[in-house]
């Protein structure tokens, strides 16, 4: 993966000393943060959007509508905004970035007062 000016430029593979060969890719996942391939640094969030997803579907699945929305909200807080956070303060957001994790929120949002 490359990142700078010449990103998108094309690249021969590289052999490793045992004849593996190592493919050029469009992002890595490092430290759980999934880096992108640009002419700037660049993070995906499309991850952490499906991870926080998984895991607020997960709760809300087990308690539902048993539990008040008090005990879902600070579950959500507790467990799942920090999914969806990970990692953020080292990658740069744009307005669209953050947009789109505030959809993500107010679905759940959305989801627990029943408000579609």
Request: charge should be positive; hydrophobic fraction near 40%.
């Amino acid at each position: 993966m490359r990142v700078g000016p010449c990103f998108n430029a094309k690249c021969n593979n590289i052999i490793t000393a045992e004849g593996h060969e190592l493919t050029w890719v469009d992002n890595i996942r490092y430290l759980g943060v999934y880096v992108t391939a640009a002419r700037t640094f660049n993070c995906s969030i499309h991850n952490a959007k499906r991870s926080f997803y998984r895991a607020f579907n997960a709760i809300f699945g087990k308690v539902g509508r048993v539990a008040s929305e008090d005990v879902v909200m600070e579950l959500l807080k507790t467990k799942c905004l920090s999914i969806l956070y990970y990692g953020f303060e080292a990658c740069p957001l744009n307005k669209s970035h953050i947009h789109s994790l505030e959809f993500a929120l107010n679905s759940c949002l959305r989801k627990i007062f029943n408000t579609r």
